[in-house]
């Protein structure tokens, strides 16, 4: 009989464990209706013009920024031309895997931003004063 | 991307990448690589295209003089002069030169001509023009400006890129995916396909998508060495190609370049002589570049423009200038530049290799089309409890097919045109290309008017015919039969013509496991429905 009831215990534990269940799926998914859809799809399209044109940007800063390095640790300007720019798109492919990745798209707005603008300075100053664009 | 912006995995959110950038853009890929696939047959094509050749047979001695000799009388002046022999990959004869320039300000027209090697006369080749559509619409599509075409292209390699990248780290079991494939799984089926297609052809496709950038860069990264030069790019070396009348010499005589081939033959032990360049000729600058089809590791480290070793003498002294296998002067990073490009060009390759890149070439393109068919067969289920065929989806379903199996027409059906299209009739070569481009139309709307299902079915089957017909036409209609090419030993074309009956067993396999798939549905209806079938 102690077996039976105990049995009979569990039963109720169990469902009512799904019907919590249930409650709580039922939860997110109007929560998730209730979700602003244009919010998402604005944030998309934000993402995907910074990784269009914020990646390219960054794309190029870092590829004249590296060549300059390069010329300056002494690597001929033809050789140091070329590694920059395959190391560039290899750059620019891994940046917009992370725009997509990261959840906070204030901090890719800044990061790539910032990263282009500080990159593109230096690049500028380098060339103009140090005299390395021939 | 979660809807709820919640933080997910990485491989989640690659994954969501990986569908949207295919998606977007897999259309323009599946262009891009299927002809970019076809380039490496760019030659063959031509010839095929060309029927008037496909029976004539040259020696490379009477090849070499009857060429000489006429680019001494037709173009004694010319800036340059270059001679196509008849190889492996080409049957012809070709000869090209550039005139003088007008006023000695920039550079001279460029001519071009087919040369019979018995008679010496020129043959009248029908104009046709479709391998080279095939070819730059690969990397510049066509019918809007080069820069364009390229931005769009270099786009799109991007996407490719991202995709390639992303599709290897969503996959959690990459080499077990290899050896999977579950027939008649339905959405599964096309899983394992797409997986087992890009698993195969992942190296193939990172290199050739990593080097299509590389190529590309001057176009899409204008400003990349702002901070080295200051027109931002390095400066192009073009030789010089100038002529002088008042130093009217003959250099080189054609005896002299018979000492350089053999030469070239003795002491390179070069195997098959296939292009000599001759720049400045008749002048005491006169340079002479020979080329050879075979190609060594030496080679293609120093070098990728273009295709074989190379060796370069001095018109008068006869003394070797330069050697194409010397990579002493090659740094490491333009070696690593001159392979991944060499690869995408695959211009040093021989018969085999050349097929090994067709192969991952094909490879590729099944792996966007199956990734593009992915993409709808993962939204029937939704859209049957939805009931209805959103409009968006309905656009992708139009899409793949003249996608896909349009372009697969419209390609072949340019084959046909070739030979249906009157000889004489004006701009034949341009008509030829408007007919590649009106039958693609044509797919098109086909797909939009059509039931999904039956739309595939119809283009696979017409796609299947032509692609076999192709042969056989070529036989009928003035060029050599493959039984001809066997027996002549006509390797360009029974390139060619393998590389569409192999393409042919692919869109027939697909058709008959379509129908064969349908011809399943339908029993188990038939099953369950019992005698309702009455």
Redesign the interface.
């Known amino acids: 009989v102690q077996q039976k009831q105990q049995q009979k215990i569990i039963e109720i534990l169990h469902s009512t464990c799904k019907s919590k269940q249930a409650n709580t799926k039922a939860d997110i998914s109007a929560k998730l209706k209730h979700t602003n859809l244009w919010n998402y799809r604005l944030n998309i399209i934000l993402r995907t013009l910074i990784a269009i044109f914020g990646t390219y940007a960054l794309a190029i800063a870092c590829a004249n920024f590296s060549a300059q390095i390069m010329v300056i640790f002494g690597i001929e300007r033809l050789d140091a031309y070329q590694a920059s720019i395959m190391l560039a798109f290899l750059l620019q492919v891994i940046t917009i895997m992370w725009i997509f990745h990261s959840t906070n798209l204030y901090k890719i707005g800044l990061v790539i931003t910032c990263s282009s603008l500080i990159l593109a300075i230096a690049v500028y100053l380098l060339a103009t004063f140090a005299g390395l664009a021939i | 991307?979660r809807?709820?912006?919640?933080?997910e995995g990485?491989r989640q959110?690659?994954s969501?990448?990986h569908t949207y950038t295919g998606i977007l853009l897999g259309w323009l890929l599946f262009a891009i690589f299927f002809t970019g696939t076809w380039s490496y047959f760019r030659n063959e094509i031509n010839d095929w295209m060309h029927p008037k050749l496909h029976h004539l047979t040259y020696s490379e001695e009477e090849s070499i003089t009857t060429a000489f000799n006429y680019l001494q009388t037709h173009a004694p002046n010319a800036s340059s002069w270059n001679i196509n022999l008849p190889s492996n990959r080409s049957l012809a004869l070709e000869i090209w030169y550039r005139e003088p320039a007008q006023g000695g300000k920039g550079r001279g027209a460029f001519k071009s001509a087919y040369l019979d090697a018995k008679s010496g006369n020129e043959v009248i080749v029908r104009p046709s023009n479709i391998a080279n559509l095939i070819y730059r619409f690969h990397f510049e599509l066509h019918g809007i400006s080069r820069i364009l075409g390229r931005f769009i292209v270099g786009?799109a390699t991007?996407m490719m890129?991202?995709a390639i990248?992303?599709g290897a780290?969503t996959h959690k079991k990459i080499f077990s995916d290899f050896f999977t494939f579950r027939p008649k799984k339905g959405q599964r089926s096309w899983l394992d396909a797409h997986n087992a297609t890009a698993v195969m052809a992942l190296p193939f496709c990172f290199v050739i998508t990593?080097s299509g950038?590389?190529l590309l860069?001057g176009t899409i990264?204008p400003?990349?060495?702002?901070?080295?030069?200051?027109s931002g790019?390095?400066a192009r070396t073009n030789a010089q190609l100038t002529t002088n009348a008042a130093e009217h010499i003959q250099a080189p005589t054609l005896n002299d370049i018979n000492k350089m081939i053999i030469k070239a033959k003795t002491v390179w032990n070069f195997q098959q002589v296939s292009a000599i360049n001759i720049s400045n000729p008749n002048t005491a600058k006169a340079l002479v570049t020979i080329n050879d089809n075979f190609s060594d590791k030496d080679t293609y480290l120093a070098q990728s423009s273009r295709g074989g070793r190379s060796l370069q003498f001095d018109a008068l002294s006869l003394k070797l200038t330069k050697s194409s296998n010397n990579n002493a002067d090659v740094?490491?990073?333009?070696q690593?530049?001159n392979v991944i490009v060499g690869v995408h060009e695959g211009r040093f390759a021989g018969v085999i290799v050349r097929w090994l890149l067709f192969i991952s070439g094909i490879l590729g393109t099944l792996m966007v089309a199956t990734g593009l068919i992915l993409w709808v067969v993962k939204r029937l289920p939704k859209r049957r409890k939805l009931g209805t065929t959103p409009i968006a989806h309905r656009l992708v379903e139009i899409f793949n097919v003249s996608a896909i199996a349009g372009l697969s027409i419209a390609f072949g059906a340019s084959f046909w045109l070739n030979r249906i299209l009157p000889f004489d009739l004006p701009n034949r070569a341009d008509w030829e290309a408007k007919g590649f481009f009106i039958i693609w139309f044509i797919t098109l709307i086909h797909a939009s008017m059509v039931n999904h299902k039956k739309s595939w079915l119809q283009q696979l089957f017409l796609a299947t015919f032509i692609y076999i017909s192709i042969p056989l036409l070529n036989a009928l209609t003035g060029g050599s039969s493959m039984w001809h090419n066997i027996l002549y030993g006509k390797i360009n074309l029974l390139n060619i013509e393998f590389a569409l009956l192999v393409c042919a067993f692919i869109y027939g396999t697909a058709l008959w496991w379509m129908l064969r798939s349908k011809a399943v549905i339908s029993n188990k209806t038939s099953t369950i429905t019992g005698g309702a079938k009455c």
């Open positions: 991307m809807i709820d912006g919640k933080k990485l959110s690659m969501w990448l786009f991007m890129l991202i990248i992303s780290v990593f950038l590389v860069v990264m400003f990349a060495g702002y901070g080295i030069y200051k790019a390095p740094s490491f990073v333009r690593i530049r």
